[in-house]
Every structure is written in structure tokens, then in C-alpha cells.
């Protein structure tokens, strides 16, 4: 069989890509029985052309959830339609070659574990998310080291649980007066992180349990005065 290096995917009835599970390969949902991950060791190329919408859970996830041992996915080049609105969670978990992402003006929404440990993420920019979900950068070990959370999107409202835990490699993080929240284990194992800037006038209200745990050599931040939530484990081990 000749090796499927691309894939070309036209707008269809509905615009959107079925979301599929990752737990079972044996029915219709499942996401073994997709050519998606078929492909998933000589895909490098997507497509979409204009009028989709939503890119469905799962979509180029390299392994199942049960899987001992991990794999990776070489996707590199992506031909986004202006369309899309959301991407589902895990859609591009484990891709290593993504390098640099912008997403269309039109998505608001992207899912949980989006870009799940996909080390080769250099950057990406989002411009109307409000919301990083849970895991959706977790283990993405090539971000800036310099991280200006503006630079991704200057809607940002909320960052999620678990978003940037595990991205060693950060040493310096801006975040903008517009951020709400930090989530729990937010940049926990971040252990090179040395400084955290807030801008002025930030409406920074909480921040989550263990969110900058093992920043162990974490040394100048500065609080903003309307924080009302800062959870007893926000700092530990630093």
C-alpha cells in the first residue's frame, strides 16, 4: 500500500468531523477504524478546506489511551480554513513536528489535551480563545522560553489546569492584566522558571492549587491587589 502523506478534507454536508473515541478500535466512533490513524506514521500534510467548522476529539491522537508504549505523530504542515470554530480535545496530543500555529480569527474554543505533549509546538497564536483548557499545552517542551501569554491570544481569560505543567524549559512568564484565573498545577514542574510578571491593572481573582509547585528557582513576582483566592499550595516547593 502507498504510504498516505496528506490529506485533502472537503467541507461536506455539515462542516464539522465526527469526534471520535479513544478507547476502542472495533466500532463505527472508534478511532482505530479512522484513515486518520491509519495514517498515523507517514501523515505530514492537512488540508481543510473552507467551510469547516469543528475538528473532531481524537482526530490525529497517535495512540490509544491503553497503549504502554508512546507514539508520536509527524504531522508538519496544516492549511487551516478561516471557518473553523472549535477544535476537540486531544485533536493534535502527540504530535512532535507542529512547529509554529496560527489558528483562524474564528475559533473561540479548542478542547482539553489539545496539543498534549506535542513537543515540537514552537508557538502559537489564538486570538479569540478565552479559555485554555485543561492539559492543552502540558508537556509542549519547545514553547518560547520567554512566555508572553498576550503573544498567544489577547482574549484570554482563564488558563486551565495542568496547561503549561511540565514545560521545563520556561524561564519567564508575562501574563496579561486581563487573566482571571490560573488553574491548578497550571505551570507546576516549570523548573526553570525564575520570573512571573502580572501586567498592571490586572483583574487576576484566584490562583489553584499547586499552580506554581517545584518552580524551584522561582525568585520575583509581585501580586496584584484584587487576587482574592491564592491556595495555601499555589507556591510550593519553590
Not at 485533536?91 to 496539543?115: C, E, H, T
Amino acid at each position: 500500500n502507498t504510504p498516505v502523506e496528506e490529506i485533502h478534507y472537503t467541507m461536506g454536508n455539515t462542516g464539522v468531523m465526527p469526534d471520535r473515541n479513544n478507547t476502542s478500535n472495533t466500532n463505527l466512533n472508534g478511532l482505530g477504524s479512522t484513515l486518520e490513524y491509519q495514517a498515523r506514521n507517514t501523515l505530514t500534510r492537512l488540508i481543510f478546506d473552507e467551510g469547516i467548522t469543528h475538528i473532531g476529539d481524537n482526530a490525529y491522537m497517535p495512540m490509544y489511551y491503553t497503549d504502554k508504549i508512546e507514539q508520536v505523530g509527524k504531522i508538519s504542515f496544516i492549511n487551516w480554513p478561516s471557518t473553523l470554530e472549535t477544535i476537540g480535545h486531544h485533536a493534535f496530543a502527540y504530535q512532535s513536528a507542529l512547529g509554529d500555529i496560527v489558528l483562524p480569527d474564528n475559533v473561540k474554543s479548542i478542547g482539553s489535551r489539545v496539543f498534549y505533549n506535542s513537543r515540537g509546538l514552537t508557538s502559537i497564536k489564538m486570538i479569540n480563545v478565552e479559555t485554555i483548557p485543561s492539559y492543552a499545552f502540558y508537556g509542549c517542551t519547545s514553547l518560547p522560553e520567554k512566555l508572553n501569554i498576550s503573544e498567544l491570544g489577547g482574549n484570554i481569560k482563564e488558563i486551565g489546569d495542568y496547561v503549561f505543567c511540565s514545560c521545563y524549559q520556561i524561564t519567564e512568564i508575562n501574563l496579561p492584566d486581563g487573566i482571571e484565573r490560573i488553574g491548578d498545577y497550571a505551570f507546576a514542574g516549570c523548573k526553570l522558571l525564575t520570573s512571573l510578571y502580572i501586567e498592571p491593572g490586572s483583574v487576576l481573582k484566584s490562583i489553584g492549587a499547586y499552580a506554581f509547585s517545584n518552580c524551584i528557582i522561582l525568585y520575583s513576582l509581585e501580586l496584584p491587589a484584587t487576587l482574592t483566592t491564592i491556595d495555601s499550595t499555589s507556591f510550593a516547593f519553590c
